[in-house]
T-cell receptor
Framework: AQSVTQLGSHVSVSEGALVLLRCNYS??????LFWYVQYPNQGLQLLLKYTSAATLVKGINGFEAEFKKSETSFHLTKPSAHMSDAAEYFCAVSPSSYKLIFGSGTRLLVRP | GAGVSQSPSNKVTEKGKDVELRCDPISGHTALYWYRQRLGQGLEFLIY????????KSGLPSDRFSAERTGESVSTLTIQRTQQEDSAVYLC???????????????FGEGSWLTVV
């Protein structure tokens, strides 16, 4: 069965610092991977997705993620954190044509 | 509307009562999903609709949970004889056709917060 693991339920960074949110996946077939963001009192919004076309995927709001098969990872990064990036981030894998399996989420805190 | 709309946004109910949660998907989206998010946990898949049929309802936790969709539009998730462990955020989502691996982006609503006391 496919699954994702997000390391760190909370990550705190200073404004302007690098953001790194970790996601490792488990899959016996080439996975389709996603990052979603959930701002307070809002629904989940798609940040980016990996569908095997390119290992480095660029998303919205300056985020990007790199698919590393050797490490079974799909970590999310942003060079410089902004206060507005404070939110909860979810990594997900799609084992079928419709279902998403989510990680437990990482809450990003941005310190001024 | 522009996005997935859910109602009520908040619901407090007494243990043993039935609740209905409503979802209005994005117009034209044939695929509709229900997920549950318990406090501090990720989202759990509940059920998937394609049109008015539900080819996958494997995530429904028990026979107290049911969902229906009419007119390839509105869906209702019903929880009978609610229990405290049903307290969670129930998220509805929709996509143009099948999402996930099939490629269509899945759009989520803001969720219905259910508290069972």
């Amino acid at each position: 069965a496919q699954s994702v693991t997000q390391l760190g339920s909370h990550v705190s960074v200073s404004e302007g610092a690098l953001v790194l949110l970790r996601c490792n996946y488990s899959s016996s077939v080439p996975p389709y991977l996603f990052w979603y963001v959930q701002y307070p009192n809002q629904g989940l919004q798609l940040l980016l997705k990996y569908t095997s076309a390119a290992t480095l995927v660029k998303g919205i709001n300056g985020f990007e993620a790199e698919f590393k098969k050797s490490e079974t990872s799909f970590h999310l990064t942003k060079p410089s954190a902004h206060m507005s990036d404070a939110a909860e981030y979810f990594c997900a894998v799609s084992p079928s044509s419709y279902k998403l399996i989510f990680g437990s989420g990482t809450r990003l805190l941005v310190r001024p | 509307g522009a996005g997935v709309s859910q109602s009520p946004s908040n619901k407090v109910t007494e243990k043993g009562k039935d609740v209905e949660l409503r979802c209005d998907p994005i117009s034209g989206h044939t695929a509709l999903y229900w997920y549950r998010q318990r406090l501090g946990q990720g989202l759990e898949f509940l059920i998937y609709f394609q049109g008015n049929s539900a080819p996958d309802k494997s995530g429904l936790p028990s026979d107290r949970f049911s969902a229906e969709r009419t007119g390839e539009s509105v869906s209702t998730l019903t929880i009978q004889r609610t229990q405290q462990e049903d307290s969670a955020v129930y998220l509805c989502a929709s996509s143009l056709s099948a999402g996930g691996k099939a490629g269509n982006t899945i759009y989520f609503g803001e969720g219905s917060w259910l508290t069972v006391v």
